[in-house]
């Protein structure tokens, strides 16, 4: 059961990128899955989420109208894809899984973590 | 937006000391509280959820307690591996938010 994320590269302000999770050891479609930043020597960040049917999509303000979450089931992904992009989009980026099914209507804590991809916005 | 709060900043323990950490809410979140440990270079892993259920394969050393806004999390006899940084999580309501962290570290 894990979590890989990949894509995480240096990125000129304003530019764009993609970075991906693959899930294995677990039925990938079943979960909400969500997108967690941490910048450096700072504490975690929640970013955005995207339930098992696509029902529902959740964006933290900072990011909302700049990144796009979206999901493969079939190829057992999920992806950020991220515009605009600024300096204090500097960060780890991790793909968590839900641990709790609160259908939309409440977050949950996650139970599983990938090994994290480093996006750095620089000039 | 609720704010999370967590104190102190850094505890320093001895190994088999026993660790109380504290995390507040500016708000109350019922029992929706999360704790997470996470060591340099690896990402956060889950704890305890709900305020005191322990997560899959978490030793019994580690223990939560609390609601609505005054939350703790108590680790018994400290081992060389538990140190490291903890966060707590809402999930009361959107966002999930952490708090800052408190850094566990060798006394």
């Known amino acids: 059961v894990q979590l890989v994320e990949s894509g995480g590269r240096l990125v000129r302000p304003g530019g764009s990128l993609r970075v991906s999770c693959e899930g294995s050891?677990?039925?990938?479609?079943?979960?909400?899955m969500n997108w967690v930043r941490q910048a450096p020597g700072k504490g975690p960040e929640w970013v955005s989420s995207?339930?098992?049917?696509?029902?529902?999509?959740n964006y933290a303000d900072s990011v909302r109208g700049r990144f796009t979450i979206s999901k493969d089931d079939a190829k057992n992904s999920l992806f950020l894809h991220m515009n605009s992009l600024r300096a204090d989009d500097t960060a780890v980026y991790y793909c968590?899984?839900?641990?709790?099914?609160?259908?939309?209507?409440?977050?949950?804590?996650?139970?599983?973590w990938g090994q994290g991809t480093l996006v750095s916005v620089s000039s | 937006e609720i704010v999370m709060t967590q104190s102190p900043a850094t505890l320093s323990v001895s190994p088999g000391e026993r660790a109380t950490l504290s995390c507040r809410a500016s708000?109350?979140?019922?029992?929706?509280l999360a704790w997470y440990q996470q060591k340099p270079g690896q990402a956060p892993r889950l704890l305890i959820h709900?305020?005191?259920t322990r997560a899959t394969g978490v030793p019994a050393r580690f223990s939560g307690s609390g609601s609505m806004t005054e939350f703790t999390l108590t680790i018994s006899s400290l081992q060389s591996e538990d140190f490291a940084v903890y966060y707590c999580?809402?999930?009361?309501?959107?966002?999930?938010?952490f708090g800052p962290g408190t850094k566990v570290d060798l006394k």
């Open positions: 968590a899984r839900d641990l709790l099914d609160r259908f939309g209507d409440f977050p949950s804590p996650f139970d599983l």
């Open positions: 050891g677990f039925s990938f479609s079943d979960y909400t």
């Open positions: 995207i339930s098992s049917g696509r029902s529902y999509i």
């Open positions: 708000q109350s979140i019922s029992k929706n």
């Open positions: 709900t305020s005191s």
């Open positions: 999580q809402q999930y009361n309501k959107w966002p999930p938010l």
